[in-house]
């Protein structure tokens, strides 16, 4: 299985504030890696699919980036909205892979 | 609206039989996969399997094959997940998820509301 891992596992930020999150592959995966946000008791969303293709309706302040086995995850102003748990997933190899999760806290 | 809506909360005992449902609606239901996604209670996401109801092509995680079982009525626009056996260790939100649709994107761009699965005597 291809592992991923995130860093940091959680951070604590202001809104306002430039976030980046880092997820990466065990091998490389090209850029088949999406991006979800959860929050709490809810469903994980869609954000960002191919590292960098935004989901439609995600606002544009997130932004994904990277190939082969690294990767980012972008929050460029961060917003009330946006204090949720992050995961990656690879798409390249079955089985389908998530990462540790990201927890952004106020 | 794509919408996948998933049954209620369940409360089980060991040894005992589930199956539980996601219904999808708002796109057409046979020519998108869905996976399903375990939580486990404070910890991440894990990839089960997933089912093509065109045809019921089902392809499972190693590690669930054989301890769940994944199907689909496509005439009510329906895919399930199933145990023989339930263990407490298989307490956990459980989430259907539409896969996007195209070549080489197995991500999922809908998931339903999640159903809860506690098992306990």
């Known amino acids: 299985d291809i592992q991923m891992s995130q860093s940091p596992s959680s951070l604590s930020a202001s809104v306002g504030d430039r976030v980046t999150i880092t997820c990466r592959a065990s091998?490389?995966?090209?850029?088949?890696l999406a991006w979800y946000q959860q929050k709490p008791e809810k469903a994980p969303k869609s954000l960002i699919y191919?590292?960098?293709s935004l989901q439609s309706g995600v606002p544009s302040r997130f932004s994904g980036s990277g190939s082969g086995t690294d990767f980012t995850l972008t929050i460029s102003s961060l917003q009330p909205d946006d204090f949720a748990t992050y995961y990656c997933?690879?798409?390249?190899?079955?089985?389908?892979?998530f990462g540790g999760g990201t927890k952004v806290e106020i | 609206e794509v919408q996948l809506v998933q049954s209620r909360t369940e409360v089980k005992k060991p040894g005992e039989s589930l199956k539980i449902s996601c219904k999808g609606s708002?796109?057409?239901?046979?020519?998108?996969?869905i996976g399903w996604v375990r939580q486990m209670p404070g910890k991440g996401l894990e990839w089960m399997g997933i089912?093509?109801?065109?045809?019921?092509?089902?392809r499972y995680r190693p590690s669930f094959q054989g301890q769940v079982t994944i199907s689909v009525d496509k005439s009510i626009s329906t895919a399930y997940l199933q145990w023989s056996s339930l263990k407490a260790s298989d307490t956990a939100m459980y989430y259907c998820?539409?896969?996007?649709?195209?070549?080489?994107?197995?991500?999922?761009?809908?998931w339903g509301q999640g159903t809860l699965v506690t098992v306990s005597s």
């Open positions: 091998q490389g995966i090209s850029s088949c």
């Open positions: 708002g796109y057409t239901f046979t020519t998108y996969w």
């Open positions: 998820a539409r896969r996007a649709y195209g070549d080489y994107l197995d991500y999922f761009d809908s």
């Open positions: 997933q690879q798409y390249n190899t079955y089985p389908l892979t």
């Open positions: 089912i093509y109801p065109g045809d019921s092509d089902t």
């Open positions: 191919a590292a960098s």
